[in-house]
């Protein structure tokens, strides 16, 4: 059974910075992409950032230029670099691991809670 463990989220003042991890039990190349979604309150779950097993990386507009999405193939690790943070960004983050073979499959982490304050 796949595995994906969240981690470094946190309380933070706006304009701070938080490094989020997601950990996985087998190597991220058996992925398609991994990607960061993340859910505020009340809202619907959001893609943040993703990368691609070929290195692309893709961003919300909303965190581009703020954000920085990427991996450590020999931890099996993907991480999301979060700089100046405001309040919006606000939310419970998830991995995401999309596979598309054998078949089309998606594993979802528990989460981890970011928090910014104004």
């Known amino acids: 059974q796949v595995q994906l463990v969240e981690s470094g989220g946190g309380l933070v003042q706006a304009g701070g910075s938080l490094r989020l991890s997601c950990a996985a039990s087998?190597?991220?190349?058996?992925?398609?992409?991994v990607a960061w979604y993340r859910q505020a309150p009340g809202k619907q779950r959001e893609l943040v950032a993703d990368?691609?097993?070929?290195?692309?990386?893709n961003y919300a507009d909303s965190v581009k230029g703020r954000f920085t999405i990427s991996r450590d193939n020999a931890k099996n690790t993907v991480y999301l670099q979060m700089n100046s943070l405001k309040p919006e960004d606000t939310g419970v983050y998830y991995c995401n691991g999309h596979r598309v073979l054998p078949i089309l499959e998606d594993y979802w982490g528990q989460g981890t809670q970011v928090t910014v304050s104004s």
């Open positions: 990368i691609i097993n070929d290195s692309r990386t």
């Open positions: 087998e190597n991220i190349f058996s992925f398609k992409s």
